[in-house]
């Protein structure tokens, strides 16, 4: 069966330094998105993205973050300059189409922590 | 502002029962919840829809109802199984955006 894939599975990064999380969403799934879960909080949505172009972000998708396709194949979160409360497990998804009525697959997640 | 609001308090029964998992929200109408399955350290696992114009839904032993009046989900698992241990966790669309709101989530422990 496909599946979102996520890698590094764990990274540690120091305060100030840049990280990019990758994903490889399902191969025949248009829109993508990525979340966030502090541990034992909500999950809580960051962005979500079609066409090559963001559809919607949170508030909390502030200039410190981005996303990119920049293949055919992956789909990347990059955070410029990480800050202690960035550490939170990072979940991609991806669904066949934007609408409510098709589910979204969920990665294994990106466990990100900043020291 | 737009909230989800479940039980976090765990929930434990006995094998062969039924669980009911509560999910609330408040300040929005969410025009279709969903509800997951989430293992520790793992992503969330898709299970099932249900949109406002449907009071119920049912797949294998899981049932999901709506109301509306109540602003209320509740999530059933009939016949629970020790398998069925994780967490659960309601969430909700509004209008024609593509942004899920989650709760917390609430963990059910099914003993043998």
């Known amino acids: 069966e496909p599946e979102v894939t996520q890698t590094p599975s764990h990274q540690v990064t120091q305060m100030g330094q840049e990280v990019i999380l990758r994903c490889v969403p399902i191969s025949n799934h248009l829109y993508f998105y990525w979340y966030r879960q502090i541990l034992g909080q909500k999950v809580e949505f960051l962005v979500s993205f079609y066409n090559n172009e963001i559809s919607e972000k949170s508030e909390i998708f502030d200039d410190q973050f981005s996303v990119e396709r920049p293949d055919g194949s992956n789909f990347t979160l990059k955070i410029r300059s990480t800050k202690l409360e960035d550490s939170a497990m990072y979940f991609c998804?991806?669904?066949?189409?934007?609408?409510?009525?098709?589910?979204?697959?969920f990665g294994p997640g990106t466990r990100l922590t900043v020291t | 502002s737009q909230k989800i609001e479940q039980n976090s308090e765990a929930l434990n029964i006995q094998e062969g029962k039924t669980a009911t998992l509560t999910c609330n929200y408040t300040?929005?109408?969410?025009?279709?919840l969903q509800w997951y399955r989430q293992d520790p350290g793992r992503g969330p696992v898709f299970l099932l829809l249900?949109?406002?114009n449907e009071k119920e839904k049912r797949k294998e032993r899981l049932k999901v109802t709506f109301d509306t009046t109540l602003k209320q989900s509740l999530f059933h698992i009939t016949a629970s199984q020790p398998a069925d241990s994780a967490t659960y966790l309601c969430?909700?669309?509004?209008?024609?955006?593509?942004?899920?709101?989650w709760g917390l989530g609430t963990s059910l422990a099914v003993n043998p």
């Open positions: 300040n929005y109408s969410p025009a279709y």
């Open positions: 249900i949109r406002e």
């Open positions: 969430a909700g669309y509004a209008g024609n955006n593509r942004k899920l709101i």
């Open positions: 998804a991806s669904s066949e189409l934007g609408s409510p009525l098709y589910e979204q697959y």
